[in-house]
């Protein structure tokens, strides 16, 4: 594993932010990061990059110690913060020429690197631009070139497409996924589509307690409830579909049925008797498998 992070526990006063935390990740699997707001996500990755101290636990980067070595450990790690902290009077390229000095990077090498970095964050068109005139989609670019200057092993980004306008946001999650196909690369986001489109393993954190640890493919095929959405020409009443499980209206108010199933095989056959039964003109009866968001919701609810 290139990160561990084992029974990490963090309090401020008698509030315990962390309690016990415990996850691992790997190079080529994007690890999503999840967590309701105050949920112990930030607080965790501050720990991990070196800028907040826990109160127990450990955390390990390539081996190495991270808590009781930062100094040793902070080259392998880069890290694009939530309130990407910038020198807005600097111009791009500087910037990007003073953060790789500042971890160590030189001569042909460091130009070498900044170059590549302008290239694959299209930076190039404003690398003679001052910070500050740039939009947030593209100060946003800025912070994840500066995470990634000193070619770290393990990567961790928090928002990092916030401000992206959807070109930028497809160049942006393509380039994300190219980087963590040999590096270890953590991606805390709101957004769930995000994580479905990018990430394979998901963590899911909520009062400092890990909630669940596992596959992506994992969790949403251990959803327990299928549900069927049913369709007709008529207004229908929940009361004749009571014994098939968890209903509701849709969309479509009285027209469409949400039911959420055990077996939704059986639950087809009983629907389908029922639209016989009461004359229904039957319009589609689907199927959907539960997104990330709704079973994001209810674990953490």
Not at 86 to 97: I, T
Not at 209 to 222: D, H
């Amino acid at each position: 594993m290139s990160l561990e992070v084992s029974q990490l526990t963090k309090l401020y006063g008698s509030q315990k932010v962390l309690d016990e935390v415990s996850f691992s990740a790997t190079p080529g699997r994007i690890l999503g990061f999840l967590g309701p707001n105050g949920a112990g996500k930030s607080t965790t990755m501050k720990i991990i990059t070196g800028f907040l101290q826990a109160d127990s636990g450990s955390v390990k980067v390539q081996g190495k110690d991270a808590l009781n070595n930062p100094k040793e450990v902070s080259p392998l790690i880069g890290y694009l913060p939530e309130h990407n902290p910038l020198y807005l009077d600097m111009y791009v390229r500087e910037f990007l020429a003073f953060s790789g000095g500042v971890y160590g990077l030189s001569g042909k090498h460091l130009e070498n690197r900044t170059k590549e970095l302008l290239h694959r964050t299209g930076l190039e068109p404003e690398q003679y631009k001052k910070i500050g005139q740039l939009s947030k989609g593209y100060r946003q670019r800025v912070g994840l070139a500066r995470a990634l200057i000193h070619d770290p092993q393990v990567i961790i980004l928090d928002e990092p497409t916030t401000g992206l306008d959807p070109n930028q946001l497809v160049e942006i999650r393509n380039l994300i996924k190219e980087i963590a196909q040999n590096k270890t690369l953590i991606l805390s986001t709101h957004i769930m589509q995000e994580v479905e489109a990018i990430c394979k393993d998901v963590v899911i954190i909520n009062k400092g307690k890990i909630l669940a640890s596992e596959s992506l493919e994992s969790l949403k095929s251990g959803a327990d409830e299928a549900q069927l959405i049913l369709e007709t020409e008529e207004e229908m009443e929940l009361s004749w579909f009571e014994n098939l499980g968890k209903i509701s209206f849709g969309t479509k108010g009285k027209k469409e049925i949400l039911i959420a199933c055990q077996d939704p095989s059986e639950a087809r056959k009983a629907i389908m008797n029922l639209v016989r039964d009461h004359s229904l003109n039957l319009i589609s009866l689907n199927q959907s498998k539960k997104n990330l968001e709704q079973i994001f919701r209810e674990i953490t609810k």
